[in-house]
């Protein structure tokens, strides 16, 4: 069982920039992708950013050239770098990890990221 540990979310002004760091801990096999979600009040979860445990990366339209995600396989932790915030990125953010020897998915309880004057 993997547990995920999220932290960095807040109120930043558009424009602004955050971190985000997720922490795994709980397992002693492989992490395979890591990565984060977003839900925004009344809209569907959707994917945010993924990398790979080789540091290949997948990004939403949305996002790129803003955030740029990156792990630490050793320490199994994944960051989200936030730059040029806009209100539109308000939303609860979600750590998401996977282990493909095993097919699970696990989830962290979530973060709010919220861009507001």
């Known amino acids: 069982q993997v547990h995920l540990v999220e932290s960095g979310g807040g109120l930043v002004q558009p424009g602004g920039s955050l971190r985000l760091s997720c922490a795994a801990s709980g397992s002693n096999r492989r992490i395979d992708n890591m990565g984060w979600y977003r839900q925004a009040p009344g809209k569907q979860r959707e994917l945010v950013a993924t990398i790979n445990i080789y540091g290949s990366k997948t990004y939403a339209d949305s996002v790129k050239d803003r955030f740029t995600i990156s792990r630490d396989n050793a320490k199994n932790t994944v960051h989200l770098q936030m730059n040029s915030l806009k209100p539109e990125d308000t939303a609860v953010y979600y750590c998401?990890?996977?282990?493909?020897?095993?097919?699970?998915?696990?989830w962290g309880q979530g973060t709010q990221v919220t861009v507001s004057s």
């Open positions: 998401n990890v996977d282990q493909l020897y095993s097919g699970t998915v696990f």
